[in-house]
Structures are given as C-alpha cells and as structure tokens.
C-alpha cells in the first residue's frame, strides 16, 4: 500500500532560493559585511554570551576569525572525538582561548551500540529505523513513498533498501553523541549559545533550515547562528588566503584554479577522518584511498577486523562499493 505524504520538502517563508543564490554570488568583501552584521547582532541578542563551535577546519577556521576581530575574547569549543586528522587537532590546539570538551563514547563504542555511518546521515537514520515492514522509513526504502500529486517523494531511498540486510548495523547517531551532545552539554553548563560554521550549500538539510530560519536562528528549538550560511567554499578560501590567516596542514596550499575560484593540494574537506558518509560519490582516489597513503597507521586501524580491534571498516566499504585501496 502506498503512502501520499503533503508538504515534505518545503521550507519556510524567510527567504527564497532565489535570494540564497543572489546572496551567494555576492563579493566576498560584501558577504564579510553581512556576517559580521549577524555576529554583532547575535553577541548583543545574548550579552555576549555565545562561543563558536570551533573544529578546527577551514570553515570554523575562518568564522573564528571574523568573530575575534570583532570580539577578541569570545571562547571557541573543540570536541575532541578522537576522529580528526591529526594535524586539525594540534591546529585546533594550537589556537588561543579553545576549551577542550570529549564525548562520553568514542567511535568503537558508537558503532558497536548503534552502527557504521554511511551513504548520508538521511539514508543511515532511515536504514535504521526502517526494519519494521510497513514503517514509514520501511516504505521510503522500498520507494512506497508518493506524494500528494502523484509522484514518488524526493526522499524514496530504494537504492539503499538492500543495507537492511547488511551484515553490520547502520545508523548516524555518531555526530549526534560525539558532537552535538557534548556542545550540548557546555551550552547548558556555561549558559551560552553557538556561532557555526555550516553553509547552506553544504546540504539539502542546511539550505532549508537556512530558508525557513535564516542565519541567526533565534526562533528554533535549539538557538544558534550560522552567520556564513551564504557563502560558498571559493569564499573560504579566498578569506584564508587573502588574509593570510593560519590554518591546518593537512589541507596543502591554497591555488588558484583556472575559473577563478580556489582549490587546496592537501584535503578538500577535513571532518572525520573515518566517517563514511558521501565517499560512495567521491572519485578516485576516495578520502580513503588517500588515507593510505598520508596516514598509513590510521587506515590500517580502520580497516583492521573489529576482532583484531581495530574498526572493522573494510567489510562496511566493500559491502557499499567503496575502493578502499
């Protein structure tokens, strides 16, 4: 029996792709202005009572930056998961004023209670819940899902239904216990609220929270800003390059390409170094692919049996058709 749903997809009435696009074609110099607009406008919304959720990547590299020339003494909050490049934890560690927070589980522990993270965290959250016949989630692996006008929803995952029967177990809680909980936890403690980095180009998920919310989120459930949300990663690396500002390592050089935008000769994109999510669409050589070759001992903890302790990840990649190798 199909399902009709009405309205999945939609955002709010705040702003329109229309504007997000026009917003985002905007001179950097332009965009610098209007962060830093919703950064004051935020600081003084809470009395100053805000941190930035520092990862120690490029993105957060750069929002730190343009809040420390505004507010030189607003604390940035690094979650030691243990997942990082090495290089993002020594910058982030190198950086003045960063408290050091830690999960309760490390990452064996998350996979072992609730599952490996891949494909995306929409596909591992209904890979998850999608084990009862006839559930929601169920039907949208089975691509069961219509919409009101008749056609298949937009979130119909059939590709993924055959992870039901993998012989390990799926889930994206990883980001969840590991990094929201414990920013969760210090927001409670301190009182104060976040500042991101996420840009809305990042995801399908963020350009519609941005939509419906805007950069500062004041209405949402769990209040924060993410003042950048409208810039693009040409604009990331442009600041960091024309101001000259420090970064982690592991990226390489920052160059110029031919269009007329930026590339890096190290990583593109750092977050966690075993995380699976969106390697299924990347081109040889694969994020893990590359970490073979930049961080042997790591890659071989990662593929290493979970019998011999290690993370037990070469079966999870293969099973997908992920080249490991």
Same mark, same amino acid.
């Given at each position: 029996?199909?399902?009709?749903?009405?309205?999945?997809? *939609?955002?709010?009435?705040?702003?329109?792709? *229309?504007?997000?696009?026009?917003?985002?074609?905007?001179?950097?110099?332009?965009?610098?202005?209007?962060?830093?607009?919703?950064?004051?406008?935020?600081?003084?919304?809470?009395?100053?009572?805000?941190?930035?959720?520092f990862s120690g990547g490029k993105d957060s590299t750069v929002l730190l930056d343009i809040v420390r020339r505004i507010y030189p003494d607003v604390p940035a909050?690094?979650?030691?998961?243990?997942?990082?490049?090495? =290089?993002?934890?020594?910058?982030?560690?190198?950086?003045?004023?960063?408290?050091?927070?830690?999960?309760?589980?490390?990452?064996?522990?998350?996979?072992?209670?609730?599952?490996?993270?891949?494909? @995306?965290?929409?596909?591992?959250?209904?890979? =998850?819940?999608?084990?009862?016949? !006839?559930?929601?989630?169920?039907?949208?692996?089975?691509?069961?899902?219509?919409?009101?006008?008749?056609?298949?929803?937009?979130?119909?995952?059939?590709?993924?239904?055959? $992870?039901?029967? #993998? /012989?390990?177990?799926?889930?994206?809680?990883?980001?969840?216990?590991?990094?929201?909980?414990?920013?969760?936890?210090?927001?409670?403690?301190? !009182?104060?609220?976040?500042?991101?980095?996420?840009?809305?180009? =990042?995801?399908?998920?963020?350009?519609?929270?941005?939509?419906?919310?805007?950069?500062?989120?004041?209405?949402?459930?769990?209040?924060?800003?993410?003042?950048?949300?409208?810039?693009?990663?040409?604009?990331? $690396?442009?600041?960091?390059?024309?101001?000259?500002?420090?970064? #982690? @390592?592991?990226?390489? =050089?920052?160059?110029?390409?031919?269009?007329?935008?930026?590339?890096?000769? !190290?990583?593109?994109?750092?977050?966690?170094?075993?995380?699976?999510?969106?390697?299924? $669409?990347?081109?040889?050589?694969?994020?893990?692919?590359?970490?073979?070759?930049?961080?042997?001992?790591?890659?071989?903890?990662?593929?290493? /049996?979970? *019998?011999?302790?290690?993370? !037990?990840?070469?079966?999870?990649?293969?099973?997908?058709?992920?080249?490991?190798?």
């Amino acid at each position: 029996m199909m399902t009709t749903i009405t309205g999945i997809g *939609e955002v709010g009435v705040l702003h329109s792709r *229309e504007q997000l696009e026009e917003m985002q074609r905007l001179p950097l110099s332009r965009k610098i202005q209007i962060t830093t607009a919703r950064i004051i406008e935020w600081y003084q919304h809470y009395d100053g009572k805000v941190y930035v959720a520092f990862s120690g990547g490029k993105d957060s590299t750069v929002l730190l930056d343009i809040v420390r020339r505004i507010y030189p003494d607003v604390p940035a909050v690094f979650s030691d998961t243990g997942l990082e490049f090495p =290089e993002v934890r020594a910058f982030a560690r190198s950086c003045e004023n960063v408290t050091i927070i830690k999960p309760e589980m490390n990452f064996r522990q998350v996979i072992e209670k609730y599952g490996y993270p891949v494909v @995306s965290k929409r596909v591992a959250d209904t890979v =998850e819940y999608g084990h009862k016949p !006839g559930s929601f989630r169920w039907k949208e692996l089975h691509g069961e899902i219509m919409r009101s006008n008749g056609t298949p929803s937009e979130f119909n995952c059939e590709k993924w239904c055959y $992870l039901l029967n #993998a /012989p390990f177990k799926v889930s994206a809680r990883c980001c969840a216990v590991m990094k929201k909980r414990p920013m969760k936890k210090y927001s409670k403690e301190t !009182g104060r609220v976040p500042i991101i980095a996420t840009m809305a180009d =990042e995801s399908r998920s963020r350009r519609a929270t941005w939509l419906r919310l805007g950069c500062n989120a004041f209405a949402a459930k769990k209040p924060s800003s993410q003042p950048m949300s409208f810039w693009t990663e040409d604009d990331v $690396l442009e600041y960091l390059y024309t101001y000259k500002i420090p970064y #982690a @390592s592991v990226y390489g =050089e920052i160059v110029k390409t031919d269009g007329g935008g930026g590339t890096t000769t !190290g990583e593109k994109r750092t977050g966690c170094v075993f995380c699976a999510f969106g390697a299924h $669409l990347e081109k040889a050589p694969n994020r893990f692919q590359r970490l073979k070759v930049t961080h042997p001992k790591l890659w071989n903890y990662c593929m290493k /049996p979970w *019998e011999e302790h290690g993370l !037990g990840m070469r079966r999870v990649l293969e099973y997908i058709g992920v080249p490991i190798e």
